[in-house]
């Protein structure tokens, strides 16, 4: 069974641009999280997309935005890159919303602002 | 507002030691607590998964603990190895928030041979 599927693994934007990373859930989960990890921060909740809505949201700003389709896929946009933009962004899948079961995460997109 | 500690922020032990890592949670009022692994550059290894009813879940080597009352849990590696190298990480779900997990910062290991 394939896993969590992110891509692109790396990018590197300047400021300015606006990006879209992509993550593939497992197969038959419906819940797709999204994660931005730093060193300064670690690891903090952007949002949660269930049946192509947005069930949770993260207290970050309104450059960054979500979507998710019905096959569950689910996409991330940044717009208005800015420096404090360089991260690793990981996608969790579970099989549905405020379930009891794990989360699976993917390998991330590793986004680098010039 | 949940906050996640993790003591110690790093650890280096010889090859075959036993060792503990410590999460502690300030709201008490949790759906389950996950524990991870991440090795450099790549993403997050679930390790073990203690839903709020329980005490402990067993994989292999790895035995965590859970104490919700007093918000904290255990993650106790048996046997140490190099490849258990890598930072561990628990994370926290609360029922009213989803599948939104908070995570603690992280405990680096290192494992020497």
């Known amino acids: 069974k394939a896993g969590v599927t992110q891509t692109p693994r790396y990018l590197i934007k300047t400021r300015g641009q606006q990006v879209t990373l992509s993550c593939s859930p497992i197969?038959?989960?419906?819940?797709v999280s999204w994660y931005q990890q730093t060193p300064g921060q670690g690891l903090q909740f952007l949002f949660e997309?269930?049946?192509?809505?947005?069930?949770n949201k993260g207290n970050f700003p309104g450059r960054f935005s979500g979507r998710q389709f019905s096959n569950s896929r689910s996409e991330m946009n940044v717009s208005t890159l800015e420096l404090g933009d360089s991260a690793l962004y990981l996608c969790?899948?579970?099989?549905?919303?405020?379930?009891?079961?794990?989360?699976?995460f993917g390998e991330g997109s590793r986004l680098t602002v010039l | 507002k949940q906050e996640v500690t993790q003591i110690p922020a790093a650890l280096s032990v010889p090859e075959g030691e036993n060792l503990v890592l410590n999460c502690s949670f300030t709201?008490?009022?949790?759906?389950?607590l996950q524990w991870f692994r991440q090795d450099p550059g790549k993403g997050l290894t679930s390790l073990l998964l203690?839903?709020?009813?329980?005490r402990e879940q067993t994989s292999g080597r790895l035995n965590a603990s859970l104490d919700k009352s007093s918000g904290r849990s255990t993650l106790y590696i048996a046997a140490s190895q190099p490849g258990d190298s890598a930072t561990y990480l628990c994370?926290?779900?609360?029922?009213?928030?989803?599948?939104?997990?908070?995570f603690g910062a992280g405990t680096i290991l290192r494992v020497k041979s």
């Open positions: 969790a899948s579970s099989p549905a919303e405020g379930s009891t079961g794990e989360l699976f």
């Open positions: 197969s038959g989960h419906r819940s």
């Open positions: 997309y269930f049946s192509e809505t947005q069930r």
């Open positions: 709201d008490s009022a949790i759906y389950n």
């Open positions: 203690i839903q709020s009813s329980q």
């Open positions: 994370a926290v779900r609360q029922r009213e928030y989803g599948n939104k997990l908070v």
